[in-house]
Nanobody, 123 residues
């Protein structure tokens, strides 16, 4: 049982940066894969990034590779998504998720979700 709360979304111009945070409470957080997904109106939910339970492995969608960085601090029960060089196509609601793994890129592999935070990138 894990509860997740995202924060850090907002409005930013293209080329700018945002840092999203995900605060987790409950049990087994350190044993779970943590991921970020995003969804725009009328579009499918899209995998963004994930990090293994130990933090030793990270995974990124091709669309964000080289621009976004995921990290976790198990002692503080926090997961971050640093987003640089933002583009208008990054506009979406971003969701933090946790799951037992190892299906890190599939939303069906996650069993807990946050409420989402809006990221809007203007051109």
């Amino acid at each position: 049982q894990v509860q997740l709360v995202e924060s850090g979304g907002g409005l930013v111009q293209a080329g700018g940066s945002l840092r999203l945070s995900c605060a987790a409470s409950g049990r087994t957080f350190s044993s779970y894969v943590m991921g970020w997904f995003r969804q725009a109106p009328g579009k499918e939910r899209e995998f963004v990034a994930a990090v293994s339970w130990s933090g030793s492995r990270t995974y990124y969608a091709d669309s964000v590779k080289g621009r976004f960085t995921i990290s976790r601090d198990n002692a503080k029960n926090l997961v971050y998504l640093q987003m640089n060089s933002l583009k208008p196509e990054d506009t979406a609601v971003y969701y933090c998720a946790s799951g037992p793994g190892p299906d890190y890129s599939n939303y069906a592999g996650y069993d807990a979700w946050g409420q989402g935070t809006q990221v809007t990138v203007s051109s």
